[in-house]
């Protein structure tokens, strides 16, 4: 069955970095686009970047929220995504999650889109 597992999360300081990892399996990963979501207490789920497979071109899109901080990556051969967080900001606080749609062009960060879903990591930025 399909399975996403996150790691990675932790407890770092302001201005810090972290990078998250998202393990597929189940599915064939290169052809689904994949996404990172966040939430954290008492507020909606965030979407904040996704990346588009290989053969539609790889692309990736941010929020503007993490625009230039954060960095979204995949490793096909590894059925991996990644997510590359630089600079990070107590407003980072938040469980992570990673989702993804089978899907060909344009990836969304809107989470309706996305059918599977990992169980988060926890991001906690304080000093």
């Known amino acids: 069955h399909l399975q996403l597992v996150e790691s990675g999360g932790g407890l770092v300081q302001p201005g810090g970095s972290l990078r998250l990892s998202c393990a597929g399996s189940?599915?064939?990963?290169?052809?689904?686009?994949m996404a990172w979501f966040r939430q954290a207490p008492g507020k909606e789920r965030e979407g904040i970047s996704c990346?588009?497979?290989?053969?539609?071109?790889?692309?990736?899109h941010y929020a503007d929220s993490v625009k230039g901080r954060f960095t979204i990556s995949r490793d096909d051969a590894k059925n991996t995504v990644y997510l590359e967080m630089n600079n990070l900001k107590p407003e980072d606080t938040a469980v992570y999650y990673c989702?993804?749609?089978?899907?060909?062009?344009?990836?969304?960060?809107?989470?309706?889109?996305?059918?599977?879903w990992g169980q988060g990591t926890q991001v906690t930025v304080s000093s």
């Open positions: 989702a993804a749609v089978r899907l060909f062009g344009l990836c969304s960060l809107s989470g309706g889109h996305y059918p599977w």
């Open positions: 189940g599915f064939e990963f290169e052809y689904h686009a």
């Open positions: 990346i588009e497979i290989a053969r539609s071109g790889g692309h990736t």
